[in-house]
């Protein structure tokens, strides 16, 4: 079976891209996958709701993980040393259930969790202010007010940007961009998280000078108590396709301009690794409810 060429795993797809990391599937993945029969999109909305299997990385043994999984032991002890969460697969309720056992049983404790949870839509705030003891945010689908005591979790971490490079204009496309850097508020009572983009977010008036370092400080005081989780810097970057400029955002009319501008006269894709960001929110998020 083939492997997805950015985070290496047997290839399960979502349409053209990979399920567990986001990117898209080279012609060679594609291929091996059997061909969906002409009524195939007549019967997506028939197929059942899947679910995610994730096993707690902190609460197993190289060993132990090693034979769950069927890896070598090097792989099972280089994932024991990253820790946090691991996709094991996705299915049908009763193959993730079936499967979060049969971890369970040889020692590596494993959560199946709804998909739809974990890719639940986020709420992209583009605007704020601190009101008293919370934040009164303007996202694109209107105002929201975030009080101390409503915050499950805050998760947070860089954005890789890069421009896609093509043969003629590799040298020319391959310099980084700057990163970019986003939060997710889980919310107890919702499973929506609000997303901030410290590069596209207005504050009136910021007296750090930086609206990361503002939103820093409003979450470390409105969420206060709430976990914190920064380590999906520590992940390798896998980058996709970058959704456009929230509009309304404070660089959303620069950022179509700058995408769309090129010396050859040809648009320039934008890269980056936001889907994986969220996917990974959210699984940290639907775990986190269920303990």
């Known amino acids: 079976m083939a492997s ?55 609460r197993c043994e190289a060993s132990t993980l090693a034979a769950a999984l069927r890896i070598s ?3 099972a002890s280089l994932l024991v040393r990253r820790g946090g969460l691991h ?16 971890l369970g049983a040889l020692g590596a404790p494993a959560l199946a ?15 704020g202010e601190r009101h008293g003891d919370a934040l009164r945010l303007r996202s694109t689908e209107g105002r929201v007010d975030l009080a101390r005591g409503e915050s499950l979790l805050v998760v ?12 003629e204009r590799r040298k020319m496309l391959t310099a980084r961009l700057e990163d970019g850097f986003r ?7 919702e499973l929506r998280p609000l997303e901030l983009d410290a590069q596209n977010f207005e504050i009136d008036f910021a007296p750090s000078g930086s609206a990361r370092l503002e939103l820093e ?18 992940l390798t970057p896998v980058l996709a396709p970058a959704e ?39 699984c940290l998020a639907a775990a986190l409810r269920r303990q």
């Open 4 to 58: 997805c060429p950015a985070c290496g795993r047997s290839v399960a797809r979502e349409g053209e891209r990979c399920l567990y990391c986001g990117a898209a599937l080279g012609a060679a993945a594609l291929a091996s996958r059997p061909a969906a029969p002409a009524d195939a999109d007549a019967r997506k909305g028939d197929e059942p709701p899947r679910r995610l299997v994730l096993l707690d990385l902190r």
């Open 156 to 167: 947070s971490g860089p954005i890789t940007r890069e421009h896609l490079a093509t043969d």
């Open 73 to 75: 032991p090097y792989e």
């Open 183 to 189: 939060f997710h508020v889980h919310r107890r009572a």
């Open 217 to 234: 400080s409003w979450l470390a005081d409105v969420a206060e108590g709430a976990p914190r989780d920064t380590a999906f810097a520590r």
């Open 113 to 127: 969790v709804p998909e739809a949870e974990v890719r639940a839509a986020p709420l992209l705030c583009v605007a």
């Open 87 to 102: 996709l094991v697969r996705a299915g049908t309720a009763a193959e993730a259930d079936a499967e979060a056992e049969r």
């Open 244 to 282: 456009p400029e929230a509009a309304g955002g404070a660089l959303a009319a620069a950022s179509s301009l700058a995408s769309s501008a090129s010396a050859d006269g040809k648009p320039r894709v934008l890269l980056d690794n936001l889907a994986q960001f969220r996917v990974y929110s959210g």
